[in-house]
């Protein structure tokens, strides 16, 4: 158990996979969804303030020198902009709850940093964000996992 637990933290952490693929992962490996959800926002949350750091230390002196990550920092400002531009803060947020592929806590860090938000401000909105955007993969791979299962 403790095991599948790690393997959901883990994957939670690995941008562009993020909780969105962890949490149902860890429901079909035997995981409850509570567990599932439990792992996937504490590695989720661990990861907050890393990423801002790093951007801090490191976008300016080595990140920035390659044009690939120059994009990836453009296109999500791009994509968010709506969010922040219409509600701030609280946009940010929203932005990291959709559970949809691209909007994640990467992303949402990112797009709090370029727009220069209030740490603390932005720093919990992604909080939240990462609440409801597991809450709302929880349920709907609970769902979709028990359909499947019932069909095969």
Request: hydrophobic share 55%; glycine share 8%.
């Amino acid at each position: 158990m403790l095991t599948k637990f790690i393997h959901v933290m883990l994957l939670s952490i690995v941008p562009w996979v993020e909780l969105r693929l962890a949490i149902p992962y860890g429901i079909t490996k035997g995981l409850s969804p509570a567990a599932a959800f439990a792992a996937a926002v504490l590695a989720s949350w661990a990861l907050i303030i890393p990423v801002f750091l790093g951007l801090d230390l490191f976008y300016e002196r080595f990140l920035s020198r390659y044009a690939v990550v120059r994009r990836l920092i453009q296109e999500v400002r791009r994509r968010g902009r709506k969010y922040v531009e219409r509600w701030g803060v609280v946009g940010v947020g929203i932005y990291v709850s959709l559970p949809l592929p691209g909007p994640g806590m990467y992303s949402g860090a990112v797009l709090a940093w370029t727009f220069e938000l209030p740490r603390r401000q932005a720093i919990a909105a992604l909080a939240v964000g990462v609440l409801v955007s597991a809450f709302l993969v929880t349920l709907i791979s609970t769902g979709l996992i028990a359909v499947i299962r019932r069909f095969v």
